[in-house]
C-alpha cells in the first residue's frame, strides 16, 4: 500500500493560479508513475498530468500549457502547478501513483485522499 497525501488545494478567480503537492513516505517511490488526477461533479475520474520515474511528462489535452508536474524523487512527492486556471478546471485533484501503463489512468492502483479546486468566473 502506498500512502499518499495531497495537499494545496483551495479557491480561486478565473486566470489565477493553484500549487498542489503530494507527499509519500513509500521507500520505492522512484519505481511509481505518479500523476494527477481529477473527478468533477458528475464525471469520472480523468488524467490530467503523469511522470515517469526518469521525468518524462504527459499532459491531457484541456490542460496543455497551463499545468506543469513535476516530481524530486529524493523529497518523494511531486507537485502539480497549475495556472491560467479556468472555471472548468473546477474538481477534486487526486494524486495517484502506480506501474502499470503510465498514460492511462488504470495503469494507477494508489490514490490520495483528494483535494478540491474550485475556479470561480
Known amino acids: 500500500q502506498v500512502n499518499l497525501v495531497e495537499s494545496g488545494g483551495g479557491s480561486v478567480q478565473a486566470g489565477g493560479s493553484l500549487t498542489l503537492s503530494c507527499t509519500t513516505s513509500?521507500?520505492?517511490?522512484?519505481?511509481?508513475?505518479m500523476g494527477w488526477f481529477r473527478q468533477a461533479p458528475g464525471k469520472k475520474r480523468e488524467l490530467v498530468a503523469v511522470i515517469n520515474g526518469n521525468g518524462m511528462t504527459y499532459y491531457s489535452t484541456p490542460v496543455e500549457g497551463r499545468f506543469t508536474i513535476s516530481r524530486d524523487n529524493f523529497r518523494k512527492m511531486i507537485t502539480l502547478q497549475m495556472n491560467s486556471l479556468k472555471p472548468e478546471d473546477t474538481a477534486v485533484y487526486y494524486c495517484g501513483a502506480g506501474t502499470g501503463v503510465w498514460v492511462s489512468i488504470d495503469g494507477y492502483f494508489f490514490w490520495g485522499q483528494g483535494t478540491q479546486v474550485t475556479v470561480s468566473s
Open positions: 513509500e521507500p520505492a517511490f522512484s519505481d511509481y508513475y
